[in-house]
C-alpha cells in the first residue's frame, strides 16, 4: 500500500530516520544494514540499536561500494537473523544476482529501496567538502521534478546513463521522485509490514501521488536514457576504431580494483589473482622472439575480456568499477556496451527477477541449432 | 599473405566425442593439414573462455572447440552450456571490435573422423584466406 510519512521542520532525513527506527522498535526486523555518516562519508553499516540511526544517511549521493556485497556477507546462504536492508537500485539489482549465484539469499530480508538521483564519485565529494543542507534541497528538489540534480561535484558517468533509477521488487519503496520531499515521505510498503506498523493508506495529492512519481520518473529515465545511447555509442566506436579495445585498457595496470569493487565478480580465488599467469622467464623470452617485443605486464588485455565472459551477462551497469580504476579507464561504459549486447543476445536483464535463470547456467536444446554443425 | 604462412589452431576437444574422432581420422589414415595442436578436455563444457582467449591472444591463428552432438554429452548437459558461452564469447569479442571468425565450435562424433579431417582442412583454408592473426605482432596485449 502507499502511505505517506509527514516531514516536519527537522527536514525529511529526520523522517526518514524516524520510519527506519520504528522499523528496528517495532521489530520488524532485528537489524538493519543502512549507510551511515562516517568521517565526511558515509559507510554501510549493520544496525541494531536504533539510537545508531541518528547517523543513518541514505540521501547523502555517494556509494563507497556496492552494498549488494555487503549483504551477501551477512546472509550468505541463511540471513541468520530478520534483518532490513536499504539499498540503492543498482545495488539491489547486483544482490539480485548474487542470489541467483547462490551468493546471497532474500529469505528473512526485508529489501528497502529508495529512489536513487544518482551518486558523486567519492574522491571527488570528499575533496569537494561542500554537501550540506541546501546540495541536498536542490538534489531532492531535481528527484521531485525528474531532472538532473545539479550539484557539485557531478554525477557519476554511470549514474547520468543509468535508466532504471528506481527500486524494483521490493518491500518497502521510499519515493522521491515526483515526491515533494519538503512536507512528505511517501513510500509503497507491503500490505503485512504496512498492517504491523498500523500504516494508514496515502491521501494523493500535489505533495505526491501515484502518477506524479510515475511521470517524474519517466522523464528522469527519457534524459538518461539519450546520455547512455551517446556514451555507449563513442565506447563503441571507439572500440572499432584504430587500437580497439586493446588500446582503450592500454594504460590498464592489472591492480584488479575493478574486479575488488564489482559486486558480481564474487570468486573467492579468482585465476587471475593465482600464479596461473606467472610464467617462466624462458616464456617472456621466446614470446619476445616472436613478437619482437613484449609488455612486461602482461594478460591485460586476456585479464578484461575473460572478467566479461565470466561476468557480463550479470553486470547491472552501477559503475563501481570506473570509480575503483586509478588509470581513470572508462571499465564500466565498456562493460555496460559489451554487456547489453551479450544480455539482448539471452534476452535477459540483469537484477531484474530472481525467479529468471542466468543465461550461462541454463540452456534450451533448441536454441541456437546451427551451431557447431556448419559443413 | 606470404606463401610461408601456415594457420596455427590450438584445438580444444572432448575426450569422448571429437578427441575419439580425431584418434579415428589418424588410425584411418585420412590426410588433413598438420596445422592442428590438439588439447584433450574432458568435456567441451570445461572450456573456460580464459583457455580460448589466452592463445588467441598470444598469437595462435584460430581456436578450435569440438564437442559431442547436442543430445550425446557423456554429461547430459555440458555441451549445451558449452553453446551459450560460445555464442556469449562470440557476442563479446564482436562488440569489442576484435575478431570473433578465429574461434570455431563443432560438433564432431567418435565415428566421424572423416568429418574431423574435413573441419581441419576446411579451418585452415579459411584461416589462410584470413591471413595472419594480428596478435602474433601486438606486444602490448
Known amino acids: 500500500m502507499n502511505t505517506i510519512i509527514p516531514v516536519e521542520n527537522h527536514g525529511v532525513l529526520a523522517a526518514l530516520r524516524g520510519f527506519l527506527k520504528r522499523l528496528l522498535d517495532e521489530k520488524i526486523v532485528e537489524a538493519l544494514l543502512v549507510p551511515l555518516t562516517h568521517g565526511g562519508s558515509v559507510s554501510p553499516a549493520l544496525v541494531t540499536n536504533s539510537a545508531m540511526l541518528d547517523e543513518a544517511d541514505p540521501l547523502m549521493p555517494i556509494m563507497p561500494i556496492n552494498t549488494a556485497r555487503a549483504v551477501s556477507a551477512l546472509t550468505g546462504k541463511k540471513a541468520p537473523t530478520k534483518l532490513g536492508v536499504v539499498l540503492r537500485s543498482c545495488e539491489i539489482r547486483a544482490l539480485v544476482e548474487l542470489v541467483k549465484l547462490q551468493q546471497a539469499t532474500l529469505d528473512d530480508v526485508t529489501l528497502i529501496g529508495i529512489d536513487c538521483a544518482g551518486t558523486c564519485e567519492l574522491d571527488e565529494f570528499l575533496t569537494s567538502n561542500s554537501w550540506n543542507n541546501e546540495s541536498l534541497a536542490a538534489y531532492l528538489s531535481a528527484a521531485h521534478d525528474g531532472i538532473e540534480p545539479e550539484i557539485k561535484p557531478a554525477l557519476r558517468v554511470a549514474c547520468q546513463m543509468c535508466v532504471r533509477p528506481a527500486p524494483e521488487n521490493v518491500d518497502i519503496h521510499i519515493h522521491l521522485f515526483g515526491a515533494d520531499t519538503t512536507v512528505v515521505l511517501p513510500m509503497t510498503v507491503k500490505d503485512e509490514i504496512a498492517e504491523k506498523l498500523h500504516l494508514t493508506e496515502a491521501v494523493q495529492g500535489e505533495a505526491w501521488s501515484v502518477e506524479s512519481s510515475r511521470v517524474a520518473t519517466a522523464q528522469l529515465i527519457g534524459i538518461r536514457q539519450k546520455v547512455r545511447e551517446s556514451e555507449l555509442s563513442s565506447i563503441r566506436a571507439k572500440m572499432n576504431s584504430n587500437g580497439g579495445v586493446a588500446g582503450m585498457f592500454s594504460s590498464c595496470v592489472r591492480c584488479h580494483n575493478c574486479m575488488t569493487a564489482c559486486p558480481i565478480c564474487y570468486c573467492k580465488t579468482c585465476l587471475f589473482k593465482t600464479a596461473a599467469f606467472d610464467h617462466e622467464p624462458d616464456y617472456y623470452l621466446n614470446a619476445t622472439h616472436r613478437k619482437g617485443a613484449t609488455r612486461m605486464l602482461g594478460d591485460t588485455l586476456l585479464f578484461q575480456l575473460t572478467r566479461m565472459n565470466h561476468m557480463s551477462a550479470s553486470c547491472v551497469s552501477c559503475g563501481a568499477c570506473t570509480s575503483a580504476c586509478p588509470a581513470n579507464i572508462p571499465v564500466g561504459s565498456i562493460f555496460s556496451a559489451v554487456a547489453e549486447k551479450v544480455q539482448a543476445a539471452f534476452e535477459y536483464e540483469a537484477g531484474h527477477d530472481v525467479a529468471e535463470a542466468l543465461p550461462l547456467i541454463t540452456f534450451h536444446p533448441n536454441e541456437w541449432t546451427e551451431v557447431g554443425e556448419e559443413k | ?141
Open chain 2, 1 to 141: 599473405m606470404t606463401d610461408s604462412y601456415e594457420p596455427r589452431i590450438i584445438a580444444f576437444l572432448c575426450n569422448w566425442c571429437t578427441y575419439t574422432g580425431a584418434d579415428l581420422a589418424g588410425t584411418s589414415r585420412l590426410q588433413y593439414p598438420p596445422n592442428v595442436r590438439v588439447v584433450r578436455m574432458m568435456c567441451s563444457g570445461a572450456v573456460d573462455p580464459v583457455y580460448v582467449l589466452k592463445p588467441l591472444l598470444d598469437g595462435a591463428d584460430g581456436v578450435l572447440i569440438g564437442g559431442c552432438h547436442p543430445g550425446d554429452c557423456h554429461y547430459q548437459t555440458g555441451n549445451y552450456k558449452t553453446r551459450r558461452r560460445y555464442v556469449a564469447m562470440r557476442e563479446i569479442l564482436k562488440s569489442t571490435g576484435l575478431d570473433d571468425t578465429r574461434i570455431w565450435l563443432r560438433w564432431i562424433s567418435a565415428s566421424e573422423g572423416q568429418r574431423f579431417a574435413e573441419t581441419i582442412t576446411e579451418m585452415v583454408a579459411s584461416l589462410k584466406e584470413l591471413g595472419p592473426s594480428p596478435m602474433r605482432v601486438a606486444w602490448a596485449v
